[in-house]
């Protein structure tokens, strides 16, 4: 199957945005001419948002330049995306700074601010960091290290426009949405887990129990009934504090508790800015949309590192699986009571996959050692299907 990324290169090239060469390994940025080794990850990141700026923005690819040298600096330094206001590429108008995807949220920090520092230097009212799906855009003017909030808006402007107070919305042929590759999606599950683990401050499996709040919560969001052109509430608003993200997504989750308290026990123990952080790598993606084998396998791989074999699991491999449930034939009523998390997670979503989904799931209570809580089996089997 095509990947995202593949389909862009290939319509890129298309259109006439860029072109491939030695089989894929350089690009060429059209018109500037401008070429770059695709291998490597960064350069990946900023074809696909040099794609975006010309599709989805509307910026002339004229007005596009790459690897802009910043004036009076020693040692030399450059900025990887500079979006002009005119066609002689004089008035910098938006400062990009692109970063692989899968770095660290302390790496991701200092490269907003290398943002910052390059739009500050070319006098453009707008910069943006991009590494992957996790993105942020800021007022060059408003910013400052002690409170970033109060000059990140939810998305540069699209052509020259105004800023908007949030971007993705239901329905939208531009900004609903999108469903998401299983690397980009097991790269989105680690970013997250790993703002939750906090280098060690909290247990992998605390940690996780987290993740699952807010993966449920994100799911319900999108699920919600709302009429096209209304924005989603699992994003960051135009100038959002932490403390409001927090309470806004925390006020989904305990609508949930409400409506099924036996599921819904504990509340959200992680800090407003931590969840600020998870809702930047979640916010542009769809979890409903994604294909349920691509959810399953990005589950299991991410699951992986921090509970096979090191916590006495083991997972029982997908073939395996796949065949159990053909074996069985199971219908839409049946009742199916799996004894451990992971092999429930994976039994559920091949269960899902041959009978749409199974009406009765009961996991069993008896939490074992290294074991997720019930409360996490619960919010992620409910959000799987």
């Given at each position: 199957m095509q990947s995202t990324f593949e389909k862009i290169l290939k319509d890129g090239e298309r259109k006439g945005y860029f072109r491939l060469h030695n089989d894929g390994a350089k690009i060429e940025y059209l018109p500037s001419g401008h070429k770059e080794n695709l291998n490597d990850p960064e350069e990946k990141v900023r074809a696909e948002y040099y794609f975006d700026l010309?599709?989805?923005?509307?910026?002339?690819?004229?007005?596009?330049?790459?690897?802009?040298?910043?004036?009076?600096?020693?040692?030399?330094?450059?900025?990887?995306?500079?979006?002009?206001?005119?066609?002689?590429?004089?008035?910098?108008y938006i400062v990009v700074e692109c970063k692989k995807d899968g770095i660290s949220d302390a790496e991701f920090e200092q490269a907003t601010k290398q943002a910052i520092a390059n739009a500050r230097v070319l006098h453009a009212p707008f910069?943006?960091?991009?590494?992957?799906?996790?993105?942020?855009?800021?007022?060059?003017?408003?910013?400052n290290d002690r409170e970033p909030e109060k000059a990140t808006i939810t998305d540069i402007p699209?052509?020259?426009?105004?800023?908007?107070?949030?971007?993705?919305?239901?329905?939208?042929?531009?900004?609903?949405?999108?469903?998401?590759?299983?690397e980009d999606l097991k790269r989105t599950f680690q970013k997250s887990h790993d703002t939750l683990w906090a280098g060690g401050k909290r247990a992998p499996t605390t940690a996780f129990d987290e993740f699952a709040k807010i993966i449920?919560?994100?799911?319900?969001?999108?699920?919600?009934?709302?009429?096209?052109?209304?924005?989603?509430?699992?994003?960051?608003?135009?100038?959002?504090?932490?403390?409001?993200v927090y309470k806004r997504i925390n006020a989904l989750y305990q609508e949930a508790k409400k409506i099924d308290p036996e599921v819904f026990k504990e509340d959200l123990k992680i800090e407003p800015e931590e969840l600020y952080t998870v809702v930047e790598h979640l916010q542009g993606i769809s979890l409903d949309k994604t294909d349920l084998d691509t959810k399953g396998v990005a589950?299991?791989?991410?699951?992986?590192?921090?509970?096979?074999?090191?916590?006495?699991?083991?997972?029982?491999?997908?073939?395996?699986?796949?065949?159990?449930?053909?074996m069985m034939n199971i219908k839409n009523d049946d009742w199916c009571l799996i004894r451990r998390a992971a092999p429930a997670a994976f039994f559920c979503t091949r269960?899902?996959?041959?009978?749409?989904k199974p009406k009765n799931f009961i996991p069993k209570k008896k939490k074992s050692s290294g074991d997720i809580g019930t409360t996490s089996r619960k919010i992620i089997f409910s959000g799987l299907r």
């Amino acid at each position: 199957m095509q990947s995202t990324f593949e389909k862009i290169l290939k319509d890129g090239e298309r259109k006439g945005y860029f072109r491939l060469h030695n089989d894929g390994a350089k690009i060429e940025y059209l018109p500037s001419g401008h070429k770059e080794n695709l291998n490597d990850p960064e350069e990946k990141v900023r074809a696909e948002y040099y794609f975006d700026l010309i599709e989805k923005y509307n910026y002339p690819a004229a007005r596009i330049g790459l690897e802009v040298e910043m004036p009076d600096r020693t040692p030399e330094r450059y900025a990887d995306i500079v979006i002009y206001e005119n066609d002689a590429q004089t008035k910098p108008y938006i400062v990009v700074e692109c970063k692989k995807d899968g770095i660290s949220d302390a790496e991701f920090e200092q490269a907003t601010k290398q943002a910052i520092a390059n739009a500050r230097v070319l006098h453009a009212p707008f910069a943006n960091c991009v590494a992957g799906n996790t993105r942020r855009a800021m007022e060059t003017a408003v910013w400052n290290d002690r409170e970033p909030e109060k000059a990140t808006i939810t998305d540069i402007p699209i052509f020259y426009g105004k800023i908007e107070e949030f971007r993705y919305k239901k329905g939208d042929p531009k900004w609903d949405l999108k469903p998401i590759d299983q690397e980009d999606l097991k790269r989105t599950f680690q970013k997250s887990h790993d703002t939750l683990w906090a280098g060690g401050k909290r247990a992998p499996t605390t940690a996780f129990d987290e993740f699952a709040k807010i993966i449920f919560v994100k799911i319900r969001d999108e699920k919600k009934g709302r009429r096209a052109g209304d924005p989603y509430d699992f994003q960051i608003k135009t100038h959002e504090s932490a403390e409001s993200v927090y309470k806004r997504i925390n006020a989904l989750y305990q609508e949930a508790k409400k409506i099924d308290p036996e599921v819904f026990k504990e509340d959200l123990k992680i800090e407003p800015e931590e969840l600020y952080t998870v809702v930047e790598h979640l916010q542009g993606i769809s979890l409903d949309k994604t294909d349920l084998d691509t959810k399953g396998v990005a589950f299991e791989h991410f699951m992986e590192d921090f509970f096979k074999g090191k916590s006495g699991q083991f997972f029982t491999p997908r073939n395996i699986v796949s065949f159990a449930v053909k074996m069985m034939n199971i219908k839409n009523d049946d009742w199916c009571l799996i004894r451990r998390a992971a092999p429930a997670a994976f039994f559920c979503t091949r269960s899902m996959k041959s009978a749409r989904k199974p009406k009765n799931f009961i996991p069993k209570k008896k939490k074992s050692s290294g074991d997720i809580g019930t409360t996490s089996r619960k919010i992620i089997f409910s959000g799987l299907r």
